[in-house]
Nanobody
Framework: QAQLVESGGGSVQPGASLKLSCVAS????????LGWFRQAPGKEREFVGS????????RYADSVKGRFTISREMGKSTVYLQMNSLKPEDTGVYFC?????????????WGQGTQVTVSS
């Protein structure tokens, strides 16, 4: 069974950096669009960023542009999210996702999530 497993979350102070990783098991997602979403307590899951299979095209939510960078290892089903200048509003559970479309719909494969807490 295909799975996505995230790691790298933690508790940091505002202004710090974290790098999240997501590794696939059970199958390859090398031809899929990979993305990151997050969900803060009491809020709906929201899009953070995504990257094309060829590593050329990336998309970001306005709230993270210039601070977060998404990347992937070519030929592998591994995606990263480098998060710099973290803010308290970045707190939430971060989920990795894989889909054949940019819209991440009903057929999206999701990871179990990793917690990121930004607090002084």
């Amino acid at each position: 069974q295909a799975q996505l497993v995230e790691s790298g979350g933690g508790s940091v102070q505002p202004g710090a950096s974290l790098k999240l990783s997501c590794v696939a098991s059970g199958r390859t997602f090398s031809g899929y669009i990979l993305g990151w979403f997050r969900q803060a307590p009491g809020k709906e899951r929201e899009f953070v960023g995504s990257i094309s299979p060829n590593n050329i095209t990336t998309r970001y939510a306005d709230s993270v542009k210039g601070r977060f960078t998404i990347s992937r290892e070519m030929g592998k089903s591994t995606v990263y999210l480098q998060m710099n200048s973290l803010k308290p509003e970045d707190t939430g559970v971060y989920f990795c996702a894989a889909d054949v479309t940019w819209s991440f719909g009903p057929r999206t494969t999701w990871g179990q999530g990793t917690q990121v807490t930004v607090s002084s």
